[in-house]
């Protein structure tokens, strides 16, 4: 599995639109496998995205798509700045039975 850590720091009152956007799309992306959002303690507009897909060929087909590019800049303008992006193997990953939120 491959995929990438973003953290990314809202516009004030835009978690919701957010949520929006990522319900409408995670379904319609090739390959991906998970997704899990962490909103931080300390700064409720800090938010840590978490995707894996089920290869690094996957990820960057995604990536590297017009279609994802289109989605980014959805993303992008309920952002305050610019994503921190750090992608990478994903080397071990659990599930417990844990119902969806």
């Not at 995670?26 to 995205?49: K, M, Q, S």
């Not at 089920?54 to 590019?69: F, I, T, V």
Request: no cysteine; glycine share 6%.
């Amino acid at each position: 599995m491959y995929g990438t850590i973003a953290r990314f720091t809202i516009k004030p009152g835009q978690e919701q639109a957010l949520r929006d956007l990522t319900r409408d799309h995670v379904g319609t992306i090739d390959g991906i496998a998970f997704e899990h959002v962490f909103r931080t303690d300390d700064d409720p507009n800090v938010l840590y995205v978490v995707v894996g897909f089920e290869s690094k060929e996957a990820y960057r087909r995604n990536a590297e798509s017009p279609e994802q590019h289109q989605r980014y800049l959805q993303y992008r303008a309920l952002l305050q700045a610019d994503p921190e992006w750090h992608d990478g193997e994903i080397v071990q990953s659990r599930t417990s039975a844990m119902a969806s939120m």
